[in-house]
């Protein structure tokens, strides 16, 4: 069972673009709603995230937009750089006894052509 | 810089070996994580240690087998190696709700 469905699984945007990046959730439990970056050969890094009280979350250039009822949320890039050629991955949170794991989607492959 | 540091860095052994990953977590940072990523099944969740103590185990397969030390760094050892455990295998440590993921171990087994 995928609890986490995320898409597109590639995409490729003009520098300046807007990239948009979708998850959708099964499990309610989920507490935490953060998006990792991963370049080759480095671990995945903390982009932003999000609490399920809150419908969207902005910082710099990326913005978190969150729908707890379709559970779902989305990544948006504006002005997308070359520098953000990454993978980019939601991975929701789910607490419980002490522990918080990460349910990772599989993964979108972001180009930003110039 | 992450502040997490995992050794090695690349691995190369063969079916039916035994190895063992090291992970040293952030300064001050009680919780390890260990996730598997591979190209079929993603990022996944095997096991997560705090403080010394197994915390949680997710798909972690029985051939496989954590530990967290007195200093807090965590060793996870994967024995009766066969080809589909190739991966690459991260280890995160936290505090609160923020994960910091060292660069992981690539292991090949061939």
């Known amino acids: 069972q995928q609890q986490v469905k995320q898409s597109p699984q590639s995409l490729i945007v003009q520098k300046g673009g807007i990239s948009i990046i979708n998850c959708a959730y099964e499990n309610t439990a989920f507490d935490y709603f953060p998006w990792y970056q991963q370049f080759p050969g480095k671990g995945p890094a903390l982009l932003i995230a999000?609490?399920?009280?809150?419908s969207e979350k902005k910082e710099g250039r990326f913005t978190i937009s969150f729908n707890k009822s379709a559970k779902q949320f989305s990544l948006h890039i504006m002005d997308s750089q070359p520098g953000d050629s990454a993978t980019y991955f939601c991975?929701?949170?789910?607490?419980?006894?002490?522990?918080?794991?990460?349910?990772f989607g599989k993964g979108t492959k972001l180009s930003v052509i110039p | 810089d992450s502040g997490v540091t995992q050794t090695p860095k690349h691995l190369i052994t063969a079916t039916g070996q035994r190895v063992t990953l090291r992970c040293s977590p952030r300064s001050g940072d009680l919780s390890v994580y260990w996730y598997q990523q591979s190209l079929d099944q993603g990022l996944q969740f095997l096991i997560h240690y705090y403080n010394g103590e197994e915390r949680a185990k997710g798909n972690i397969l029985e051939r496989f087998s954590a530990q967290q030390f007195p200093d807090l760094h965590s060793e996870l050892n994967l024995s009766s190696l066969e080809l589909g455990d190739s991966a690459l295998y991260f280890c995160a440590s936290s505090v609160g709700k923020r994960y910091t993921f060292g660069s992981g171990t690539r292991l090949t087994v061939v």
């Open positions: 991975a929701p949170r789910k607490p419980g006894a002490g522990s918080y794991q990460l349910t």
């Open positions: 999000i609490r399920p009280d809150v």
